[in-house]
């Protein structure tokens, strides 16, 4: 199944619960842009609403998802991810510019931990745990046997977070692997793909690839990538 325009969740869009971010989100709104108003909002998850991997994230960027409306959509950290989905068959193109561009996500969903550009992209406890009842529903849906990637360690928390699970039980690391509820669900962790961490070499193209290699062997073996068909 695919889908590139799913509405979302009841009261997501219209959340106004952390009064921080609601401030700030109506300070850039004001803003705008050449082509066009920010969107301002909270950020909804965008993909196959049927899908069994689950992208999940930090926050909205201010000039990427805060503008666009979507996940990693117009900002740099959506560069390497939605490249790197392309490549291994998830998405129909390689790039991610606009809500209206044309994208489809095949068997994969895309999230944030908050749904809401915070100060400085960095959110405070409090919110991320206001937020949480949202992506608690999202994991919710999943069926048996999907996989969850982390990108961070607040995206990794809040998954835990969400699942009712302690956080020091499974501490992240780059590549790390965690069974949760009960076997049913597989949390991956990486580095999140953000300009700092991609120009600092912290996280590196091959080293992202290594964790789409890893969880496409667990949520759909027999699929091909892009440039494994190329050879």
């Known amino acids: 199944m695919r889908s590139s325009s799913v ?7 219209d959340c106004r619960r952390c ?3 609601v401030d700030h989100r109506e300070v850039i709104a004001c803003r705008g842009r050449s082509g066009g108003p920010y969107w ?7 993909g196959d609403p049927a899908a069994r991997l689950l992208i999940v994230g930090l926050a909205p960027g201010m000039h990427g998802a805060n503008a666009t409306g979507r996940p990693f959509t117009g900002d740099y950290a959506g560069i390497l991810l939605y490249r790197t989905l392309f490549e291994f068959g998830y998405s129909n193109r390689t790039e991610s510019t606009a809500r209206d561009d044309g994208l489809e996500l095949y068997n994969c969903r895309i999230t944030n931990a908050v749904k809401c550009l915070p100060p ?6 409090d919110e991320i745990r206001q937020c949480n009842r949202y992506l608690r529903n999202e994991l919710a849906g999943l069926h048996d046997g999907s996989v969850i990637i982390g990108l961070g360690k607040i995206a990794h928390d809040a998954v835990l977070r969400a699942l009712g699970l302690r956080l020091a039980s499974y501490p992240f690391g780059h590549g790390h692997s965690h069974r949760l509820a009960d076997g049913k669900l597989l949390l991956v962790d990486s580095y999140h793909c953000s300009r700092y961490n991609t120009q600092t070499r912290r996280l590196t193209g091959e080293m992202f690839t290594d964790i789409f290699r890893y969880v496409r062997e667990r949520v759909e073996p027999r699929l091909t990538t892009a440039s494994e068909a190329s050879r």
Do not use: E, I
């Not at 509405?7 to 869009?13: E, I, T, Y």
């Not at 301002?40 to 965008?46: E, K, M, N, T, Y």
């Open 7 to 13: 509405a979302p969740p009841p009261g997501l869009v």
């Open 19 to 21: 009064p921080r971010l």
């Open 40 to 46: 301002s909002r909270p950020v909804p998850w965008f």
């Open 120 to 125: 400085q992209n960095k959110p405070r406890p």
